[in-house]
């Protein structure tokens, strides 16, 4: 009896690394870059790591499926390397010679991304699970409504416009009035000159008297 009790645990492995096979049909590798992340409190990957790491895929399919038959046994890992990369299946509670479909445990694992990243203080980036895509982050809420920051790029618009045809009105005016300044001095100026003459040179004189004509006004008066 003893006996019978020791081979089925010695077969127990055997069957397990059997169901875990590298590139498998149902078998994901997963990298994690835990000096990458963390820098100098990066903490050592160990047989303790390696159960947490399987507790926290029990839990994640505990919630997708929402039975709570999953325990750390159900998650299967092999293949493991020292730069921490592995391999890992999920068997079905109920026959545990069966494999949980791929798209199943990608669904448990993409619900629970954010769950089995912070049980290892890793990201996305870090903690990768190969041919499943990154979580895609949450769209950063403005602090401002949408239709306030609408109104004030309006607003500005507008404003600015008014400022520009404010200025440009200012601008124009005082071009006109420089134009109607120079005309008047060119008016002036012509008015001033005639034939060459200053007509102020000759509005600040009596005249020129012209002595030929002055005996004669002489003479005349004598008679």
């Known amino acids: 009896m003893l006996a019978r009790v020791l081979l089925a645990l010695s077969l127990v492995p055997a069957l397990a690394l059997a169901l875990c096979q590298p590139d498998g049909q149902d078998a994901y590798k997963v990298r994690l870059s835990i000096k990458t992340a963390l820098g100098a409190n990066a903490y050592e990957w160990n047989e303790s790591e390696q159960f947490l790491f399987r507790a926290t895929l029990a839990f994640a399919m505990r919630k997708?499926?929402?039975?709570?038959?999953?325990?750390?046994?159900?998650?299967?890992?092999?293949?493991?390397?020292?730069?921490?990369?592995?391999?890992?299946?999920?068997?079905?509670?109920?026959?545990?010679?069966?494999?949980?479909?791929?798209?199943?445990?990608?669904?448990a694992i993409r619900l629970s991304r954010n769950r089995i990243n912070s049980a290892f203080l890793l990201s996305d980036k870090t903690l990768q699970f190969l041919g499943i895509p990154p979580t895609l982050a949450p769209p950063s809420q403005p602090s401002l409504p949408v239709?306030?920051?609408?109104?004030?790029?309006?607003?500005?618009?507008?404003?600015?416009?008014?400022?520009?045809?404010?200025?440009?009105?200012?601008?124009?005016?005082?071009?006109?009035?420089?134009?109607?300044?120079?005309?008047?001095?060119?008016?002036?100026?012509?008015?001033?000159?005639?034939?060459?003459?200053?007509?102020?040179?000759?509005?600040?004189?009596?005249?020129?008297?012209?002595?030929?004509?002055?005996?004669?006004?002489?003479?005349?008066?004598?008679?």
């Open 147 to 223: 239709w306030l920051i609408v109104f004030g790029v309006v607003m500005g618009i507008v404003t600015t416009g008014i400022l520009a045809l404010i200025i440009s009105g200012f601008i124009q005016r005082k071009k006109k009035e420089k134009t109607i300044e120079d005309e008047d001095e060119e008016e002036k100026q012509e008015g001033i000159m005639e034939n060459g003459i200053s007509c102020e040179t000759l509005e600040g004189k009596d005249g020129v008297n012209n002595g030929a004509y002055s005996h004669d006004e002489d003479r005349l008066t004598q008679l």
């Open 64 to 107: 997708y499926t929402g039975q709570e038959t999953f325990n750390v046994s159900s998650v299967i890992v092999c293949d493991e390397t020292p730069r921490v990369s592995f391999w890992f299946v999920v068997t079905n509670p109920n026959d545990t010679a069966t494999l949980i479909p791929k798209n199943a445990v990608e669904e």
